[in-house]
Each structure stands twice: as structure tokens, then as C-alpha cells.
């Protein structure tokens, strides 16, 4: 086994893997995260915790913002990344964060443009096996649901897929979205806002997704927070695999995540394991 691929029950993980291949691939979907978790957490050695991160740090928007954002995030993601605080102190502190940040974005006149050059600017990266691994399930006909928190939005990840050439008819992005006026500018967000605390497959029950999924009760989840695994809050399913990447705080983090997840993978290591996974499973 790889050193940054740990296991903590492999019985149960063969179990959880043996019932999904009985049971069929017409019964299994994907559920993900997006930022850090389909696509790098480094690049070049610095730390790239969102696709948001681009635009703060690029002077697309007025003087100050960065500053702010910052502000913001030095703030909040301390609370974020601690396993220690309850879920509702959480979940309280993240919406703070996001609706904080919508806000500061809004005043910033941010522009779909701006969306467009950071995805364009090429910094955020997918992790390595992200292509086969969307084909994979392509391929076989499996439902994927990009549940993302994603402060720049819906928008952006459709941009970055499609600028990648990985965007399929199967996968679907559940994401906040802006309210834009005639000249692209943003004027509002809608609701719910989607944070990293309380994002769950009930979200999806509204959209055209949840009518592919309902039916296929076999989940592999893959995050890289606790909060993460809640993804599949609300929804029945047989069985779930879950997988997490643990990206920093890995000696504080590392307990918490081998009680929350069947696979960590640490290291802001590729896709091969969960593409050799994958394959065992479709087999």
C-alpha cells in the first residue's frame, strides 16, 4: 500500500466493495467536492485553498478587496479546518464567512469576466487521473454530483471543466449561483447559500439530478473536510465509500479523518487509487 494512502478498516472497506459489485453498477453514483479535492491543493509549492484564491490574489477587482478577503480568511478558515468544534459552531461561522465574503464581492464589482480570467489564468490544476476517472464513469453510464461551496460559484467550475475538456452529460454541478444584471455585473446571490458546513444531498432534491440518483443507493464520496461526508445527509443509501483527502493539518487532522472516511489519502497525492478502486468496483 502506498505510505499516503491509508486504510483504517480494510475489512469493512472489501465488504463495502464486494456488496456494490453484487449489486450491480446501474446502483452506484458519485458524490464530490470540488476545490481541493477534484484539483490540487499546491501548486508550485503554494497553498491554492479555492478557485476563489486566483481572483483574490490577481487584482481583478477593486483596491482593497484582497485585503479584505484576506481579512476574511484568516478569520474563518481556522474554524474551518478544526475538528475539535461542533458542527453547529461550525456550520454558524462558515455561513458568516460565505455570506461576509458574497457581500465583499458584490462591492467589489465583481463581472463574469472576472470569472472567465481566473479560469483562464491556468493556476488552479486538476489532480493527476481526474481525466480518467470522469471517463471511467462516463463510460459507464454513473451519475456525478459536484457538490461545491464554491464562493465563485456554478459558473466557474463549468468554465474550468470545459477549458479542461472534461465536461460529460453525467456530471452535475450543484453550486451557489450570482445574480448577474445586462453588463455581466453581479447584483445578488441565490439562495441557499451553499457553505462548507452544510452541503448535502438534499440540496439536489430540486434539481434534475436527484431523479438519476434517487434510485442508485450504492454512494462513493469523496471530500477533503469532515464536513464533506454530510454530502449524503437526507439521502437512503445501502452502502457509501468515502473517501477523504487530507491536504494540511495532517498530524492534528489525521484521527479525525480515519474515524470519518474509509480511504484517506494524504500527501495532495492523484487519483490512482480511487481509479484502481473504481476498477475493482466496475468490475
Avoid: C
Amino acid at each position: 500500500m502506498q505510505s499516503d494512502i491509508l486504510i483504517p478498516d480494510e475489512e469493512r472497506l472489501e465488504v463495502l466493495k464486494a456488496n456494490m459489485v453484487k449489486d450491480g453498477q446501474e446502483t452506484i453514483h458519485v458524490v464530490t467536492d470540488f476545490d481541493r479535492t477534484l484539483t490540487k491543493a499546491y501548486v508550485d509549492g503554494k497553498k491554492m485553498p479555492s478557485m476563489i484564491s486566483v481572483l483574490r490574489d490577481g487584482n481583478y477587482l477593486t483596491f482593497g478587496y484582497a485585503e479584505k478577503a484576506h481579512g476574511l480568511f484568516n478569520k474563518y478558515r481556522p474554524i474551518e479546518l478544526d475538528t475539535e468544534i461542533s458542527h453547529d459552531e461550525k456550520k454558524k461561522a462558515m455561513f458568516s464567512w460565505w455570506r461576509e465574503h458574497f457581500d465583499l464581492l458584490i462591492e467589489s464589482g465583481l463581472n463574469k469576466k472576472n470569472i472567465e480570467d481566473a479560469v483562464n489564468l491556468g493556476k488552479v490544476q486538476i489532480r493527476d487521473g481526474l481525466p480518467e476517472f470522469f471517463s471511467t464513469l462516463r463510460n459507464h453510464n454513473i451519475p456525478v454530483a459536484i457538490i461545491s461551496s464554491n464562493g465563485l460559484g456554478g459558473d466557474s467550475i463549468s468554465m474550468y471543466l470545459e477549458k479542461k475538456d472534461i465536461v460529460y452529460d453525467n456530471i452535475h454541478i450543484i453550486s451557489n449561483s450570482y445574480i448577474w444584471d445586462e453588463n455581466g455585473n453581479a447584483i445578488g446571490v441565490k439562495e441557499p447559500i451553499i457553505h462548507s458546513a452544510n452541503k448535502d444531498e438534499t440540496a439536489i432534491r430540486e434539481t434534475p439530478v436527484f431523479d438519476l440518483i434517487k434510485d442508485r443507493k450504492n454512494v462513493i464520496l469523496l471530500g477533503d473536510s469532515i464536513e464533506d461526508i454530510k454530502m449524503v445527509s437526507g439521502f437512503e443509501y445501502d452502502n457509501i465509500i468515502k473517501i477523504g483527502f487530507l491536504n494540511e493539518n495532517q498530524e492534528k487532522s489525521l484521527e479525525a479523518y480515519k474515524r470519518n472516511f474509509d480511504v484517506v489519502i494524504l500527501n495532495d497525492s492523484g487519483m490512482d487509487y480511487v481509479n484502481k478502486l473504481l476498477e475493482d468496483v466496475l468490475s
